[in-house]
C-alpha cells in the first residue's frame, strides 16, 4: 500500500533511470496539496495553499485551488522523489513555460478513511 492508505504504490527504482519520472507521475496524479512551494537560492517559497498534482498528455502539473497552473513540465525528465516524511515530494525539472530549472516541493495533504 502507498503513502498514507492511497492505494497506490511508490515506484520503485533508481530516479535517474529512464521511465521513471512518468512511473512517478502517475503515482502522484490527482494527489490532493496542501501547500506548493520552491526554493530558490536556498530560500524556499510559498506560491500557493492548496492544490493538486495532475499528470495529463505526459505532463506533470502543479494547480492551486483556483485552478491556475504553478508547474508543469515533462514527466520523463523530471527527477522526483518523495521527502522522508513522506508527506511531500520534491521535483527537479525544467518548466515547460519558461523553460527554467525549477525546484518545487509540494506537500500531500493528509487524511485518512473513518472506519
Known sequence: MGAFGSGKKVPK????????GTKMAKYLDA?????????CDGVECVLA???V???KNKKL?????SGSVL???VAEHMNSGELMSLE????DAVD????NMRHMIAYYKYWRPLD
Do not use: M, N, Q
Not at 494527489?31 to 526554493?39: A, G, M, Q, V, Y
Not at 515547460?96 to 523553460?99: F, I
Open 96 to 99: 515547460a513555460e519558461s523553460g
Open 53 to 55: 498534482i495532475a499528470y
Open 71 to 73: 508547474f508543469s513540465c
Open 31 to 39: 494527489k490532493e496539496l496542501r501547500c506548493i512551494s520552491e526554493r
Open 49 to 51: 495553499h492548496g492544490g
Open 61 to 65: 502539473y502543479l494547480v492551486d485551488d
Open 13 to 20: 527504482g533508481d530516479p535517474g533511470r529512464r521511465g521513471f
Open 88 to 91: 511531500g515530494v520534491v521535483i
